[in-house]
């Protein structure tokens, strides 16, 4: 795993433990951060089941303003920490570690600012077995997390055909038995 673009590209990034996360391979990395190439400076990102958090650096090393990293896994929270400083990007990151359910329907929206870009990657049997929660983060993202023009990127797996009512798919790739959709609000 590795930074690919950026102030911090070919920065070698540790890679998780364990199947607990699942990296996302550096050809559909750069397929999609070619497409997301002018939403990332500046702006403000929220990387959900961040794992080892390559999605959230590889925004920080291309010009994002801030990456908040949401991850409830000990062993990829401590990993996701010493990615972060060996990066020496500290000021510009947040770690939530826990369930990020509860704090997305317990933060007061006063409290933080709305993300430009939201990384949503659950673990894929998450999919399965906890649709309705999934179904409840994507209103409180639409409620008061996303900016009104902001983009949604859902990984999932291509066998699964997933709607989140108040999100609209505006593109979608597959690559082999991965899907990514970039969602906007209807």
Not at 64 to 72: G, H, I, K, L, P
Not at 130 to 152: C, I, N, Y
């Amino acid at each position: 795993m590795r930074i690919i673009a950026g102030k911090h590209r070919g920065r070698k990034l540790l890679p998780p433990e364990g199947d607990v996360t699942r990296p996302i391979t550096d050809r559909a990395k750069q397929s999609l951060f070619d497409i997301l190439a002018p939403l990332i400076p500046d702006s403000r990102i929220y990387d959900c089941f961040a794992g080892t958090g390559s999605m959230g650096l590889e925004c920080l090393s291309r010009g994002a303003a801030s990456v908040v990293f949401f991850e409830a896994d000990r062993s990829a929270i401590g990993r996701l920490k010493k990615n972060v400083s060996a990066l020496d990007d500290e000021r510009r990151c947040e770690i939530i570690a826990g369930d990020l359910f509860k704090w997305f329907a317990n933060v007061p929206q006063s409290e933080t600012a709305k993300a430009d870009l939201i990384f949503l990657d659950p673990p894929y049997r998450f999919l399965c077995e906890r649709p309705q929660d999934l179904h409840r983060l994507a209103e409180e993202f639409a409620k008061s997390h996303l900016q009104p023009d902001g983009t949604v990127i859902f990984r999932h797996d291509a066998a699964d055909d997933l709607q989140l009512p108040p999100f609209a798919m505006y593109d979608r790739r597959d690559y082999g038995q991965m899907t990514i959709e970039l969602l906007r609000m209807k």
